[in-house]
């Protein structure tokens, strides 16, 4: 039998993050599960998900590793995302599960080094993440580029031209 693989959640501010935590528990049932949290962070609510359980589901038949907390400081400034991401690193994690697809997030997972990356959206479902660094970040860059484009478009047309009134 294979051991277990590693798989790491990070922690993104959101309504589903519990949801998401279950939903990687039953994807990846026997994996070692790290969830990267902020400091102080509360695991209430977590409980069953902690022993492999949910409100409806039975008590798995095999032993469910218990999942590991690691608390890591917020991410302001490229210094404190570097340090972060030396961490993710050196843990060296099989799999990688962020929670929101936004171009940093995507950034992250791609320089994790883990060989797997999924995004766990808002509704629930799963996708991979199969992109290249360079393909994410020119990705990113295009995204940025033609949202600027667009902006600019929009504030011409709203700067010159006029808007008729009602009749007079």
């Excluded at 509360?42 to 492999?52: N, W």
């Amino acid at each position: 039998m294979k051991p277990p693989k590693h798989t790491c959640l990070y922690y993104s501010r959101g309504p589903h993050f519990t949801r998401t935590v279950r939903r990687v528990r039953h994807d990846f049932p026997r994996d070692r599960i790290t969830v990267i949290v902020p400091p102080g962070f509360e695991k209430r609510g977590l409980a069953q998900v902690e022993r492999g359980t949910s409100e409806d589901g039975p008590v798995p038949l095999f032993p469910v590793p218990p999942l590991q907390f690691l608390p890591i400081e917020k991410a302001n400034g490229p210094a404190v995302a570097w340090r972060q991401l030396r961490v993710i690193r050196k843990a060296r994690y099989d799999r990688i599960a962020i929670m929101f697809d936004s171009p940093k997030l995507r950034l992250l997972a791609a320089l994790s080094g883990a060989p797997e990356r999924w995004c766990y959206s808002v509704e629930g479902r799963r996708f991979p993440l199969k992109r290249a660094i360079v393909a994410t970040l020119f990705g990113t860059l295009w995204r940025h580029l033609r949202g600027r484009l667009r902006y600019g478009r929009i504030r011409c047309v709203v700067k010159h031209c006029p808007v008729k009134r009602g009749r007079d």
